[in-house]
T-cell receptor
Framework: AQKITQTQPGMFVQEKEAVTLDCTYD???????LFWYKQPSSGEMIFLIYQGSYDQQNATEGRYSLNFQKARKSANLVISASQLGDSAMYFC?????????????FGQGTELSVKP | DTGVSQDPRHKITKRGQNVTFRCDPI?????LYWYRQTLGQGPEFLTYFQNEAQLEKSRLLSDRFSAERPKGSFSTLEIQRTEQGDSAMYLC?????????????FGEGSRLTVL
């Protein structure tokens, strides 16, 4: 069975600094996708970044990058130059099949607070 | 706005009553998902449809829960004889079957409070 683990319930970061949110996963399938979503207090899940299990390079989207270490089964999210608007819950998630829409398994989330 | 829309956004009901939530996905998406999220937790998968066919149901989906997507477009999630433990945010998402990322697009959710 697939599982996502986020061990940091809460994190604080100073505005303009970088922060890393941890995510480890467990699966026996060779084909999978890894996602990060942001959930502000309004409740909507906002897609941030995706990494496929066969992708050779780490994914990047603007200030977001995914540090994918396949052997360690980790998919940490790095946010550079934090902004006050980055304060939110962040969820790591996994899909069963690379590049196919399918159900996502989510971790428990990390609450990020950005300090001015 | 062509995103996923959910209705109602908030519902307060008494224990034992039935409630129904509606989700309108992005029009070209053939997959539709329902998730439940309780306070402080990540979303938990409930069920998903490909077009009008319900392809998978979680064990979380008890007999009191039923979901439909009759014409492969909008979907409804009905909870019968609500219990206080049903209080949660119910999230709907949609996706294409095949895409570069398999990303799910979420609505803003329907928050249920059972008194």
């Amino acid at each position: 069975a697939q599982k996502i683990t986020q061990t940091q319930p809460g994190m604080f970061v100073q505005e303009k600094e970088a922060v890393t949110l941890d995510c480890t996963y467990d699966t026996s399938d060779p084909s999978y996708g890894l996602f990060w979503y942001k959930q502000p207090s309004s409740g909507e899940m906002i897609f941030l970044i995706y990494q496929g299990s066969y992708d050779q390079q780490n994914a990047t989207e603007g200030r977001y990058s995914l540090n994918f270490q396949k052997a360690r089964k980790s998919a940490n999210l790095v946010i550079s130059a934090s902004q006050l608007g980055d304060s939110a819950m962040y969820f790591c998630a996994m899909s069963a099949i690379y590049n196919q829409g399918g159900k996502l398994i989510f971790g428990q989330g990390t609450e990020l607070s950005v300090k001015p | 706005d062509t995103g996923v829309s959910q209705d109602p956004r908030h519902k307060i009901t008494k224990r034992g009553q039935n409630v129904t939530f509606r989700c309108d996905p992005i029009s070209e998406h053939n997959r539709l998902y329902w998730y439940r999220q309780t306070l402080g937790q990540g979303p938990e998968f409930l069920t998903y449809f490909q077009n009008e066919a319900q392809l998978e149901k979680s064990r979380l989906l008890s007999d009191r829960f039923s979901a439909e997507r009759p014409k492969g477009s909008f979907s409804t999630l009905e909870i019968q004889r609500t219990e206080q433990g049903d209080s949660a945010m119910y999230l709907c998402a949609s996706s294409l079957e095949w895409s570069a990322s398999g990303e799910l697009f979420f609505g803003e959710g329907s928050r249920l409070t059972v008194l």
